[in-house]
């Protein structure tokens, strides 16, 4: 007996030794990653990317198809407008639709810049611009409703724009300083996995971190994520995968990535991107200073911490500041007056036509109420 109860004992101690060891190993690896990926966010301080972005949404199912048809034929003769529609929503999703959109981003540090452009006009044009720089996040749409519209706000200095389609190159270029791939939460796996006869790290989330996501990082690519998923009640959500080419100074850059979005296992979205021009170590600190065109409609969310403070940009400089009294009022009555002067509709801007209208209708009803009541007293 006391032969069994030291070999139990011994091999305790060597489980314990061997565990030890194992996460100290892990530990290690972990801290070589994190060294090598914070190394590479600081090599490519400076950086910029342009890409197309491809993605395709599948048609409905036939069986879907057939209950949109039925519901329009029921709501023909009650309600026409509804039936037109459905017709509408149907048409739409009776083939796959596709879409393509022309994306820049530029990375200054923690800073970036993001500008899309309308590949559909004739003219290749900038839509929409964001710089986030300093704590302070910009946005401009040059030409919504004939005149450019710009948001300012407050945003924490580290902070990553919440778009999926950006994933991949943060991934790439920022997966510490944006907290992208925060390390505190996951954990290397034990085993290996193999992806296209390469054995990947995997680096899945701790039970308790919250996170359903899993990295799989090439060793031979200076621990380059080739594979991202993301799930939801044991099924794959979200699978991504990046494809690199290397380059002799600045290593492995990405050339093109795939994201595929699912719902009870089939596809649900899938985009393509493909990098077309990109730059690196080009001090591009001037081009993140984004400023408004005169006569902008600015909403600005850091003077008052309560609500956000609407103003039009003079071309002077000076703003001229939108009063809760004037919401109802049009731009150009807004631009073409002081603060607080601006016609407010529902107010004074009723025409004499539909004056005259409005007054006439009453008198007639009040006729109309008149004889009922002479009426009701003769009875």
Same mark, same amino acid.
């Given at each position: 007996?006391?032969?069994?109860?030291? +070999? /139990?004992?011994? #091999?305790?101690?060597?489980?314990?030794?061997?565990?030890?060891?194992? %996460?100290? &190993?892990?530990? !290690?690896? @972990?801290?070589?990653?994190?060294?090598?990926?914070?190394?590479?966010?600081?090599?490519?301080?400076?950086?910029?990317?342009?890409?197309?972005?491809?993605?395709?949404?599948?048609?409905?199912?036939?069986?879907?198809?057939? +209950? /949109?048809?039925? #519901?329009?034929?029921?709501?023909?003769?009650?309600?026409?407008?509804? %039936?037109? &529609?459905?017709? !509408?929503? @149907?048409?739409?999703?009776?083939?796959?639709?596709?879409?393509?959109?022309?994306?820049?981003?530029?990375?200054?540090?923690?800073?970036?810049?993001?500008?899309?452009?309308?590949?559909?006009?004739?003219?290749?044009?900038?839509?929409?611009?964001?710089?986030?720089?300093?704590?302070?996040?910009?946005?401009?749409?040059?030409?919504?409703?004939?005149? !450019?519209?710009?948001?300012?706000?407050?945003?924490?200095?580290?902070?990553?724009?919440?778009?999926?389609?950006?994933?991949?190159?943060?991934?790439?270029?920022?997966?510490?300083?944006?907290?992208?791939?925060?390390?505190?939460?996951?954990?290397?796996?034990?085993?290996?996995?193999?992806?296209?006869?390469?054995?990947?790290?995997?680096?899945?989330?701790?039970?308790?971190?919250?996170?359903?996501?899993?990295?799989?990082?090439?060793?031979?690519?200076?621990?380059?994520?080739?594979?991202?998923?993301?799930?939801?009640?044991?099924?794959?959500?979200?699978?991504?995968?990046?494809?690199?080419?290397?380059?002799?100074?600045?290593?492995?850059?990405?050339?093109?990535?795939?994201?595929?979005?699912?719902?009870?296992?089939?596809?649900?979205?899938?985009?393509?991107?493909?990098?077309?021009?990109?730059?690196?170590?080009?001090?591009?600190?001037?081009?993140?200073?984004?400023?408004?065109?005169?006569?902008?409609?600015?909403?600005?969310?850091?003077?008052?911490?309560?609500?956000?403070?609407?103003?039009?940009?003079?071309?002077?400089?000076?703003?001229?500041?939108?009063?809760?009294?004037?919401?109802?009022?049009?731009?150009?009555?807004?631009?073409?007056?002081?603060?607080?002067?601006?016609?407010?509709?529902?107010?004074?801007?009723?025409?004499?036509?539909?004056?005259?209208?409005?007054?006439?209708?009453?008198?007639?009803?009040?006729?109309?109420?008149?004889?009922?009541?002479?009426?009701?007293?003769?009875?």
């Amino acid at each position: 007996m006391p032969h069994i109860q030291t +070999a /139990v004992v011994t #091999l305790s101690m060597l489980i314990l030794h061997y565990s030890s060891t194992f %996460a100290d &190993a892990q530990d !290690a690896r @972990l801290k070589t990653i994190v060294e090598r990926w914070t190394a590479k966010e600081s090599e490519t301080r400076f950086a910029s990317f342009q890409w197309t972005d491809r993605s395709r949404v599948p048609k409905a199912t036939d069986l879907k198809l057939e +209950a /949109v048809r039925e #519901l329009i034929e029921k709501r023909r003769k009650i309600d026409p407008e509804g %039936a037109r &529609a459905l017709e !509408a929503t @149907l048409a739409k999703n009776s083939e796959d639709r596709l879409s393509e959109q022309s994306i820049t981003l530029k990375l200054n540090g923690n800073d970036w810049r993001l500008d899309y452009y309308d590949v559909t006009a004739a003219k290749k044009e900038c839509v929409e611009t964001i710089v986030s720089k300093g704590g302070l996040r910009k946005i401009l749409i040059p030409d919504s409703n004939s005149f !450019a519209t710009g948001l300012v706000e407050q945003t924490q200095v580290s902070a990553a724009p919440q778009l999926e389609f950006l994933r991949a190159l943060f991934i790439c270029y920022r997966p510490t300083a944006f907290k992208v791939i925060d390390l505190s939460k996951y954990e290397l796996d034990s085993q290996p996995q193999k992806l296209n006869d390469t054995d990947c790290l995997v680096l899945k989330a701790k039970k308790d971190s919250g996170s359903a996501t899993t990295f799989y990082l090439d060793p031979g690519m200076e621990f380059a994520v080739v594979r991202w998923t993301e799930g939801s009640n044991g099924q794959i959500t979200t699978k991504g995968d990046i494809d690199y080419f290397h380059d002799k100074t600045y290593g492995w850059i990405p050339k093109e990535w795939r994201r595929v979005n699912m719902h009870d296992g089939k596809m649900n979205t899938s985009v393509s991107s493909r990098i077309d021009s990109w730059e690196i170590g080009r001090d591009n600190s001037l081009e993140f200073d984004l400023q408004f065109p005169a006569n902008s409609l600015i909403h600005d969310r850091t003077i008052t911490r309560e609500k956000k403070v609407s103003y039009i940009l003079r071309p002077d400089g000076t703003k001229r500041l939108i009063t809760k009294e004037e919401s109802t009022a049009t731009y150009e009555e807004l631009k073409n007056s002081e603060s607080g002067q601006a016609k407010k509709r529902g107010y004074h801007s009723i025409s004499p036509f539909y004056a005259v209208l409005v007054a006439v209708v009453v008198a007639a009803g009040l006729i109309l109420l008149v004889r009922w009541l002479r009426t009701k007293r003769l009875f």
